[in-house]
T-cell receptor, first 110, second 114 residues
Framework: SQKIEQNSEALNIQEGKTATLTCNYTNYSPAYLQWYRQDPGRGPVFLLLIRENEKEKRKERLKVTFDTTLKQSLFHITASQPADSATYLCAFNSGYALNFGKGTSLLVTP | ETGVTQTPRHLVMGMTNKKSLKCEQHLGHNAMYWYKQSAKKPLELMFVYNFKEQTENNSVPSRFSPECPNSSHLFLHLHTLQPEDSALYLC?????????????FGQGTRLTVV
């Protein structure tokens, strides 16, 4: 069955540094991959979508890469801020709805 | 606000109760979804509706019963739940079911079954 794996351990970084989160997937070859942010007790919020033929996509301080050979996407937040602390979810649509990874919790400390 | 509203935000119910969760979207989307999110687990897809028709039931127990009276409203009827059904229930909508379509989520209903 399709599987999406994200770093299960929380990522703690210092304010101003670049955070890099990893998403690996197996048993599927999505044409698109999405990233969401989720704050505690709230629903996920869409951040970025990247197509399989795009090597990277940027939006302000966010950058996503998509390597279909490695079956991996990397999500970067540059110049991180405490307000970036949240759980980040990787997802793709397998034909009828989005499948999500467990998410990686990011904590940015001042 | 995401344009998707869920009520109630919190619900505590006994195992013999019957309750309903409500979701409303103001985005003109054609597809709506119910997801369950338990601690330490990824979001689990429960039901999918497209143009009011159920297109997917992800092997969900019959104690969960969805209803979609129109493209803007989605309900999840609950009866004789178990304590392990306690979770955050999330409603989402999207323009369609295409692979390049983003989903918009509501704030969720935190359900506790006692």
């Amino acid at each position: 069955s399709q599987k999406i794996e994200q770093n299960s351990e929380a990522l703690n970084i210092q304010e101003g540094k670049t955070a890099t989160l990893t998403c690996n997937y197996t048993n599927y070859s999505p044409a698109y991959l999405q990233w969401y942010r989720q704050d505690p007790g709230r629903g996920p919020v869409f951040l970025l979508l990247i197509r399989e033929n795009e090597k990277e996509k940027r939006k302000e301080r966010l950058k996503v890469t998509f390597d279909t050979t490695l079956k991996q996407s990397l999500f970067h937040i540059t110049a991180s801020q405490p307000a970036d602390s949240a759980t980040y979810l990787c997802a793709f649509n397998s034909g009828y709805a989005l499948n999500f990874g467990k998410g990686t919790s990011l904590l940015v400390t001042p | 606000e995401t344009g998707v509203t869920q009520t109630p935000r919190h619900l505590v119910m006994g195992m013999t109760n019957k309750k309903s969760l409500k979701c409303e979207q103001h985005l003109g989307h054609n597809a709506m979804y119910w997801y369950k999110q338990s601690a330490k687990k990824p979001l689990e897809l429960m039901f999918v509706y497209n143009f009011k028709e159920q297109t997917e039931n992800n092997s969900v127990p019959s104690r969960f019963s969805p209803e979609c009276p129109n493209s803007s409203h989605l309900f999840l009827h609950l009866h004789t739940l178990q304590p392990e059904d306690s979770a955050l229930y999330l409603c989402a909508s999207s323009q369609d079911q295409g692979q390049n379509t983003e989903a918009f989520f509501g704030q969720g209903t935190r359900l506790t079954v006692v």
